[in-house]
């Protein structure tokens, strides 16, 4: 799994189907959880559930140039342009935050990771991470890494004729694909948090406490911890709000 921090791909852009295996390996995969390389004009014309032949994009990175920023006290938002369109990305206030920004400048190339949001039917990229493009020859890779991955994806749709990724559910669970590899009380408490998606801010901590079960409400904070970790939930207005991915 690629990671945020440093020396991973995420420093390095892209890297998705390197390592995947192939469904004849594994038809139960959890989640993709690799950072997918893409062009905003892909976002846009996505669906809900933005796929690339039918994978899954959970995490995604992108190239652009900075062209609009506006600041709240809870927010910033960026509008975000390359050669396939512009796109409106949002990055959440941490409090108490003691990491200096990192800066930004107007007309500029950015590269950003995050995840793919449907806001009242308008595309919009929340931000994991937002940084200034230092070198253009990063620009060049990010392309080319959206064209093998795009490439990557068909040959393996086409090789395995079904849906890459896919993953069996129980139609009487109540969990959908995201609880795959869950324990039952890890399912229980990301329900909780993913009921809570169309809010602005996603489910305070102890909200959650308040609509868990009584039997695991003592490890609601270590769950939570693993959620975060995997990359099932992340923080927004607060390190104590959640939403999930």
Partial sequence: MRTLGGNTDMDRGGGFLNDTPSLS????????????????????RSSADFQIWEIPVRMLTFIGILRKVNESTTKITYDIEDETGVITTVRWLEV??????????????????????????????????????????????????????????????KANNTPAFSVN????????????????????????????????CGIERNDIKALVPERILQDVDQIIHFLTSEGHIYTTRTDDHFKAT
């Fill in 25 to 44: 390996e594994d038809k139960n995969l959890r989640r993709a959880q690799n950072i997918v390389p893409v062009m905003i004009g892909q976002i846009i």
């Fill in 96 to 157: 108490n935050k003691t990491i200096p920004e990192p800066t930004l400048e107007i007309n500029t190339y950015v590269r950003v990771y995050g995840l793919l949001r449907d806001q009242n039917g308008v595309k919009q990229v929340f931000i994991v991470r937002i940084l200034p493009l230092e070198d253009l020859n990063e620009l060049t890779n990010h392309l080319l890494e959206v064209t093998y991955t795009t490439v990557k994806a068909e040959q393996l749709f």
């Fill in 169 to 200: 559910v129980d139609d009487n669970s109540m969990f959908n694909n995201d609880c795959t590899g869950m324990t039952s009380e890890q399912a229980i408490v990301f329900k909780i948090i993913q009921a809570k998606n169309d809010t602005e």
